[in-house]
């Protein structure tokens, strides 16, 4: 930069990278611009490359490391560099430090956007946990995008340029065994969806203005989850790292403590797995209200749950479904929202039923961070949290966090 002139894209500049950012990022600052910098690492002095260019802010790329951070290792993909492939934002980054990247962006945005104090987020302890397997060869479902000349591969950061690829060192082995990427072509397709279930089913599916067409696997692909088969289409939602669904469980029944005969609703419940969770604490003396909009969701909860008597399934938008009182009054909330967040409706309606606690599922700090701030002005604090690296290499992380109302007199196991 020159001449008191902002950035260019495309323009090289040297900078000094400083605290981690959500997206990815670390923040930089050269002559008051505000620069958000992929591929570097806290204290490293960089050569970064300019991307875009806001109004407020500058994207960049780190193309050079002039000084490393001990934290710093080779990505294990070829294709985890500055101009491909988009999907892993933290390969340069060694496992254990990525945690506390991790960390870093939850603590950042629960007192930004959730106006936790320093000694609030002190007493929570906040920090991320491994889940077993490794950083590779997790991801469980994988959604390639084929390109003009029908190759399939992965996009580029923040764009619809498809990088074509020979495997992606994330999935899960018998998706990188599967004959879909390389010189294999997808004419009449717009995406191309791979499922490696835990139950041992591998499934590939194209994806066409809409409509999906398998092309191997079956129909319904088997899950292993609370000592329970599921069976489901390989589009309804499933947590993609093969421990997430077990992790979260326990972590939610951990803070929870469902007892027998209480009344607990799961809501945005998808096929149903907190669902039947709960269904096992309360028992048959007990009540458990699903909801899911999602009708692939819904059929597969009916299916999957019908040995649950005590289990309602109710099909609708959650907001919606609360606004009309259609649940029961209730002891227990699951609380597992979209990447958007529950929003302001479904948190007061939640905080106004008089349930003993909450336990918040979230794969977005922000958005959870929204919503903490949304219950504490309402009463409700946050007691407990856990993160859990669900999503190795990436910047996602996931999030349980337990909410008590005022006065609460309950103590989460592990808040103890």
């Given at each position: 930069m020159t001449g008191g002139q902002g950035p260019a894209e495309a323009e090289r500049v040297e900078l000094t990278v400083g605290a981690v950012a959500p997206g990815g990022h670390c923040v930089a600052r050269v002559g008051g611009q505000v620069f958000f910098v992929r591929h570097a690492l806290p204290g490293e002095r960089v050569v970064a490359e300019v991307t875009e260019v806001h109004r407020r802010f500058v994207r960049a790329d780190a193309v050079t490391v002039l000084d490393a951070a001990p934290d710093r290792v080779d990505p294990p993909c070829p294709y985890a560099k500055p101009g491909r492939c988009g999907g892993c934002d933290l390969q340069h980054v060694a496992p254990e430090a990525q945690l506390t990247w991790k960390a870093g962006v939850v603590r950042e945005q629960l007192t930004r956007l959730g106006g936790l104090t320093g000694a609030e987020?002190?007493?929570?302890?906040?920090?991320?946990?491994?889940?077993?397997?490794?950083?590779?060869?997790?991801?469980?479902?994988?959604?390639?995008?084929?390109?003009?000349?029908?190759?399939?591969?992965?996009?580029?950061?923040?764009?619809?340029?498809?990088?074509?690829?020979?495997?992606?060192?994330?999935?899960?082995?018998?998706?990188?065994?599967?004959?879909?990427?390389?010189?294999?072509?997808?004419?009449?397709?717009?995406?191309?969806?791979?499922?490696?279930s835990t139950g041992g089913d591998v499934t590939v599916t194209a994806v066409a203005d809409g409509a999906t067409r398998p092309v191997s696997g079956p129909e319904q692909v088997r899950e292993q989850a609370v000592g329970r088969q599921w069976k489901l289409p390989p589009s309804a939602f499933w947590q993609v790292h093969p421990a997430a669904a077990e992790t979260l469980v326990d972590a939610v029944l951990a803070q929870l403590d469902p007892?027998?005969?209480?009344?607990?609703?799961?809501l945005y419940g998808g096929v149903g797995l907190f669902a039947a969770a709960l269904a096992g604490r309360v028992g048959a003396t007990g009540r458990v209200t699903?909801?899911?909009?999602?009708?692939?969701?819904?059929?597969?909860?009916?299916?999957?749950?019908?040995?649950?008597?005590?289990?309602?399934?109710?099909?609708?938008?959650?907001?919606?479904?609360?606004?009309?009182?259609?649940?029961?009054?209730?002891?227990?909330?699951?609380?597992?929202?979209?990447?958007?967040?529950?929003?302001?409706?479904?948190?007061?309606?939640?905080?106004?039923?008089?349930?003993?606690?909450?336990?918040?599922?979230?794969?977005?700090?922000?958005?959870?961070?929204?919503?903490?701030?949304?219950?504490?002005?309402?009463?409700?604090?946050?007691?407990?949290?856990?993160?859990?690296?669900?999503?190795?290499?990436?910047?996602?992380?996931?999030?349980?966090?337990?909410?008590?109302?005022?006065?609460?007199?309950?103590?989460?196991?592990?808040?103890?």
């Open positions: 987020l002190d007493a929570l302890g906040v920090q991320v946990e491994a889940l077993p397997g490794g950083p590779l060869g997790w991801r469980s479902r994988v959604r390639y995008t084929v390109d003009g000349a029908g190759r399939a591969g992965l996009l580029k950061h923040r764009s619809y340029e498809v990088v074509p690829i020979d495997r992606c060192r994330i999935a899960h082995p018998a998706i990188q065994q599967l004959p879909v990427l390389g010189p294999v072509r997808w004419p009449d397709a717009d995406a191309v969806e791979s499922v490696a007892r027998p005969g209480e009344t607990a609703w799961d699903l909801v899911e909009a999602a009708g692939a969701g819904v059929a597969a909860a009916r299916d999957n749950l019908r040995d649950l008597p005590q289990v309602d399934i109710v099909a609708g938008r959650v907001a919606t479904v609360l606004a009309r009182g259609q649940v029961r009054p209730v002891d227990v909330v699951v609380l597992d929202p979209p990447r958007s967040g529950a929003g302001a409706a479904v948190v007061r309606a939640v905080a106004g039923t008089g349930a003993r606690a909450v336990a918040y599922v979230a794969c977005d700090p922000a958005a959870f961070a929204r919503d903490v701030r949304g219950f504490a002005e309402l009463g409700w604090r946050l007691a407990v949290l856990r993160g859990f690296d669900l999503f190795p290499m990436t910047r996602h992380v996931e999030l349980v966090g337990l909410l008590l109302p005022p006065a609460s007199p309950h103590r989460a196991r592990n808040e103890a």
